[in-house]
T-cell receptor, first 114, second 110 residues
Framework: ETGVTQTPRHLVMGMTNKKSLKCEQH?????MYWYKQSAKKPLELMFV???????ENNSVPSRFSPECPNSSHLFLHLHTLQPEDSALYLC?????????????FGPGTRLTVT | GQNIDQPTEMTATEGAIVQINCTYQ??????LFWYQQHAGEAPTFLSY????GLEEKGRFSSFLSRSKGYSYLLLKELQMKDSASYLC???????????FGTGTQLKVEL
């Protein structure tokens, strides 16, 4: 059973809606990540947080806004999205940012923008 | 930047051995990961290589050659449940990011 949970698992939203994705890790990790996974494309890193501080913002449009209130929780706030933003959004965590630390992924939120 | 190449699809027979290759180009290298992802599920960690050579873990082994920018994942005694996408990911480059390949979809047949 994964130690990383994500809600909701599926989300359909219109382009004018505002919604939030939630991620929670129960592993005692200090780093958390948001990835976007689109069909036929590699996993794309969006944001990295370490000890609740954002350390990476990978040229993501401002319509995606992350929030990390503590080391166990990570949110992705969504507003005025585009249809091309439809994808699987994966959250991950790792013990820290050291090279060898593997990332543990949540099951993802399947987002459809209509 | 970083570039990672792996085959899009592979098919193998139950009980056989399959090798999934991954080649990469990166301005700096700090390790290579393999993940398994079943359809509709989260990627799960399989292996990490940072030094040249073979790392064995049960039915799965992973090999790395840093000088050739090459890795492979070897799956032995294939089972139907091994049908999944196998993702190669390299840490390195600017910002020491973890960059993923597009994944190799493996289908195991009877």
């Amino acid at each position: 059973e994964t130690g990383v949970t994500q809600t909701p698992r599926h989300l359909v939203m219109g382009m004018t809606n505002k919604k939030s994705l939630k991620c929670e890790q129960h592993l005692g990790h200090n780093a958390m990540y948001w990835y976007k996974q689109s069909a036929k494309k590699p996993l794309e890193l969006m944001f990295v947080y370490s000890l609740e501080e954002r350390v990476e913002n990978n040229s993501v449009p401002s319509r995606f806004s992350p929030e990390c209130p503590n080391s166990s929780h990570l949110f992705l706030h969504l507003h005025t999205l585009q249809p091309e933003d439809s994808a699987l959004y994966l959250c991950a965590s790792s013990l820290g940012l050291a090279d060898s630390y593997e990332q543990y992924f949540g099951p993802g939120t399947r987002l459809t923008v209509t | 930047g970083q570039n990672i190449d792996q085959p899009t699809e592979m098919t193998a027979t139950e009980g056989a051995i399959v090798q999934i290759n991954c080649t990469y180009q990166t301005s700096g290298f700090n390790g290579l990961f393999w993940y398994q992802q079943h359809a509709g599920e989260a990627p799960t960690f399989l292996s990490y290589n940072v030094l040249d050579g073979l790392e064995e873990k049960g039915r799965f082994s992973s090999f790395l050659s840093r000088s050739k920018g090459y890795s492979y994942l070897l799956l032995k005694e294939l089972q139907m449940k091994d049908s999944a996408s196998y993702l190669c990911a390299v840490r390195g480059g600017g910002g020491n990011k973890l960059t993923f390949g597009t994944g190799t979809q493996l289908k195991v047949e009877l």
